[in-house]
């Protein structure tokens, strides 16, 4: 009988434990999912009502400057900083990672590739901003520039763009590119034909999620490409406004915050919609391909 | 294929079309950068500016027909000095005399004053201070920004014993070496001190904490209804004790151009030292010149 | 490609204009695209190289200096403006590690939970729902982490401790837990997934409930990857920037307790290299201050990429 009743007190305490484990893991899921809402609404609340055409469209105005107008040479400056790096480092970063996978013989080369990239993805985006303050803006004499910028967040988004886009040329199954090559196909045909359209969705992912990065990074770019006040108009020697460097001024100045609402909540949607749109992308296009 | 080969064709045309760059036209971009206390004043003459003179050509016949630009930046005026060495800006904006070693390392150089300020002790009105006090003296400054008065009671028996919360900027800021030159001599300041990062958020912080004491532009704090300012040395931080020279703190504003300046930055610097000195007054400086 | 198949290929023209199977043609095709690649390969990696050797070199005389990396790290205060000026870091990386601590602190449990809410208990429309929101955290910009911590941590603060400046470590360590957090929680999930099935089964046909199953032995099985987990985290805490720029108070004191203001190295870093002439000592220390971080966080990074081949390898 004692036996038995030890025993119920046993799987009593067992439901009670599972019971605030459950609640717990809740609790935990619920605050997973409130932070990134409530900061996004937060911000939405605070920083919707500034959002004007005049915000987007003009630039910085009145007296003392920025107190009116608009921040546009700043959401301009963001986006081709950004095109920049992509244009340094996209072609080196896929065209590396077509090589690891289709070309590479050696396992090594592709295993030490891949952990050295990782390592350099690791890499603070500050340490790149040094090295781009030091050689480029000072040595090199591009000055703060949008040049400058761009290269130095081209070096930050390459091991990020290298890895995604070899891990999902990896993730293509082999015999796609087996078969081609047993035709007796070039390589590069055989990836162009078979491989690549597999695995472009997990690359512009990858590219995605290196851009958004670097559209929000603010370290490399203070220090290699941005000013405070800028023009609207884009030039590759002059420097720029960035969104992310604006809110970090505006609020070193301790300006009235409706304008640093508004561009934080600017940033972050620009952000939102890309990531948005390539997930939308790409599972249409993973839909196409398993038709 | 095709799709790809329209991706790199679209994409070539962004690139391109944000390449649009042609290396002359970095002679006819100006730079500014440095002192956070002469920002707002060269942002608003800049602006002026630029919309006044759209090309280079209607201030000057013999330069080229493009855009005038002017970039501002802040970094303080350390900063300023340091990226006019390195040939990162055109014009470094310096709220401080020039130190000798800096005119070393310049070499051949132009500096162009646009305005004065005084650097003024300043605190809350509601600080235990505000109504007690009306001068300081160096030494007692010194004592209290090194940190060796710690509490209000310290200073004056008869105040309450509230913390001393030291404001400061940061190493390279312009007011910073002036009071550490004049007040502190060889005193270190107390490494409790606060350092924010420009003369904005030192105003900010002096209007939000009543325990706060500061040394800051007195352009910000003379006409502050939520700050007090004190007099040093029995002299008011007024403008005329600026310009007659007799305030101890009183700072130029400066524009630094190191070796022969381009001839679009002659004409700038020009423009500003002319024309921008209501600027200067409507931000709350003293003007170097009068204003007509 | 037209341009070699037009290029005199007599077996091409036997088949159609654009075949990939003419001999010599794809074997001169293929040498150049394999040439191609590989270049876009070693170029992409020397430029990554580069960057990392400048910035060491720039950092060399700092370290072999008299007072070199132990005056930098541990006896050297910041005090570039004495003479001599010293420029020791210790204030800074104190600062890194208190906040970087708290993070973890705060990050880890709530990762964990998260971690094993995901693979554990919840039903399959909620984990969907739930990985967006922990890709849009982890999304977020540095920078507006720290507006947020500014305009509502802060002031929160100041309001309740009655601190000068609700600026602190603890304030900084916070926001830092919120940004590892979603890196923290996927890993821990990653890693507690890869257990295999029927270790979970074995131990739920002894009879062991849910939770202790989970606890005792899922998570000893993932160990290397919540490991891992912990540290990808740190990884990333330490090399915040803006984050902690804008909360942690930027102070040069060595910080004594929580609700002081300091300045990790990132900061340090930031704030200062604009002041600092080029080839300047000041300069030099920065740059080896930043070496030494960089150092240390690419070491986390192998110790994270070491675990998690443990992990997918699983124990034996």
């Known amino acids: 009988m004692a036996a038995a009743n030890s025993l119920l007190r046993t799987e009593r305490t067992r439901l009670w434990q599972d019971g605030i484990f459950t609640a717990v893991g809740w609790s935990a899921g619920l605050l997973g999912f409130l932070l990134p809402i409530s900061i996004v609404m937060f911000l939405f609340y605070r920083g919707a009502a500034a959002i004007t055409w005049d915000l987007l469209w003009q630039s910085p105005r009145g007296f003392p400057l920025g107190s009116s107008g608009g921040i546009r040479p700043a959401i301009e400056g963001s986006l081709a900083l950004v095109v920049i790096g992509l244009a340094v480092s996209l072609p080196l970063a896929v065209g590396g990672a077509i090589y690891l996978t289709e070309y590479s013989a050696s396992d090594r080369l592709r295993r030490t590739a891949s952990f050295c990239a990782e390592c350099l993805a690791g890499v603070p985006a500050i340490i790149y901003g040094l090295f781009g303050y030091s050689f480029l803006v000072v040595f090199w004499g591009m000055r703060t520039s949008l040049l400058a910028g761009g290269i130095t967040l081209g070096l930050v988004m390459l091991p990020i763009i290298l890895i995604g886009a070899y891990e999902a040329l990896r993730a293509v199954d082999t015999k796609y590119r087996e078969a081609a090559l047993a035709l007796g196909v070039s390589r590069l045909y055989a990836f162009r034909k078979n491989v690549w359209s597999k695995g472009r969705a997990g690359i512009m992912t990858a590219v995605v999620l290196a851009a958004g990065h670097a559209f929000g990074s603010a370290a490399p770019v203070l220090l290699t490409a941005t000013v405070v006040i800028a023009r609207s108009g884009l030039d590759l020697s002059s420097p720029v406004m960035t969104l992310p460097s604006h809110l970090y001024y505006l609020v070193s100045e301790a300006s009235p915050l409706d304008q640093a609402y508004a561009t934080a909540l600017i940033l972050v949607a620009l952000l939102l919609t890309a990531n948005f749109s390539v997930m939308l992308i790409t599972s249409r296009q993973e839909g196409r391909s398993i038709r | ?248 703190l009183a700072r130029p504003l400066l524009m630094v151009v190191k070796g022969a300046p381009a001839p679009e930055v002659r004409h700038f610097v020009n423009y500003v030292l002319n024309s921008c000195q209501k600027i200067v007054v409507a931000h709350g400086y003293v003007p170097s010149r009068s204003v007509n | 490609m037209t341009v070699f198949s037009a290029g005199g290929n007599l077996f091409a023209r036997s088949s159609s204009a654009r075949s990939p199977f003419a001999g010599w043609e794809k074997s001169f095709e293929e040498t150049l695209a394999r040439l191609a690649f590989l270049v876009l390969l070693v170029a992409g990696f020397a430029g990554l190289l580069l960057a990392l050797v400048m910035v060491a070199r720039e950092a060399y005389p700092a370290l072999v200096a008299p007072s070199g990396l132990w005056g930098l790290l541990v006896a050297d205060p910041w005090e570039p403006l004495s003479q001599p000026a010293r420029l020791g870091v210790r204030h800074a990386w104190l600062s890194t590690l208190a906040v970087t601590s708290i993070a973890l602190a705060v990050a880890a449990p709530l990762g964990f939970g998260i971690g094993i809410f995901i693979t554990e208990i919840a039903p399959s429309a909620i984990k969907k729902m739930l990985q967006p929101c922990l890709e849009l955290l982890a999304g977020i910009p540095s920078v507006v982490y720290g507006f947020f911590g500014y305009v509502t941590l802060v002031p929160w603060f100041e309001s309740t401790f009655e601190m000068a400046t609700g600026e602190s470590l603890l304030a900084a360590g916070l926001i830092l837990a919120v940004m590892v957090l979603p890196f923290v929680a996927s890993t821990s999930a990653e890693a507690l997934s890869a257990v295999p099935f029927d270790v979970k089964e074995a131990a739920l046909a002894l009879g062991v409930n849910r939770c202790c199953m989970t606890l005792r032995v899922l998570v000893r099985h993932a160990a290397p990857g919540m490991f891992a987990a912990l540290a990808l985290g740190l990884a990333r805490a330490l090399g915040e920037t803006l984050a902690v720029l804008m909360l942690a108070g930027n102070s040069l004191a060595v910080p004594a307790s929580l609700l002081d203001r300091g300045q990790p190295i990132t900061a340090l870093i930031i704030t200062e290299l604009g002041e600092a002439g080029i080839g300047s000592p000041k300069q030099q220390a920065l740059f080896a201050a930043a070496l030494v971080l960089m150092v240390v966080i690419v070491s986390v990074n192998s110790v994270i990429g070491w675990l998690k081949r443990r992990m997918l390898h699983g124990r034996g």
């Open chain 2, 1 to 248: 294929m095709k799709s790809f080969a329209l991706f790199l064709m679209g994409f070539g045309m962004i690139v391109g079309m944000v390449t649009v760059a042609a290396a002359g036209d970095q002679d006819a971009t100006i730079r500014a950068g440095g002192s956070t206390t002469l920002l707002p004043i060269m942002a608003n003459c800049s602006s002026e500016f630029m919309e006044k003179y759209q090309t280079w050509d209607r201030l000057d016949a013999a330069l080229p027909k493009s855009t005038t630009t002017v970039f501002v930046t802040g970094g303080g005026s350390g900063f300023g000095v340091k990226s006019l060495l390195s040939g990162v800006v055109d014009i470094g904006m310096v709220s401080r005399d020039l130190k000798d070693q800096e005119k070393k390392l310049l070499g051949e150089h132009q500096s162009y004053v646009v305005g004065k300020d005084a650097v003024a002790i300043a605190v809350n009105t509601r600080n235990p201070l505000a109504g007690r006090k009306k001068a300081f003296t160096a030494a007692e400054l010194a004592a209290i920004f090194s940190g060796d008065i710690k509490s209000y009671q310290e200073l004056d028996r008869s105040l309450p014993a509230k913390p001393v919360v030291l404001l400061t900027r940061d190493s390279g800021a312009g007011s910073t070496e002036i009071f550490q030159e004049k007040i502190m001599g060889e005193k270190k300041f107390s490494p409790k001190a606060l350092q924010l990062p420009s003369q904005g958020a030192l105003l900010e912080k002096l209007q939000t904490n009543s325990n706060a004491i500061a040394y800051i532009s007195s352009g910000l704090a003379l006409n502050n209804k939520n700050l007090k300012a004190f007099a040093l040395e029995n002299t008011a931080p007024t403008d005329d004790n600026v310009t007659k020279g007799v305030y101890p």
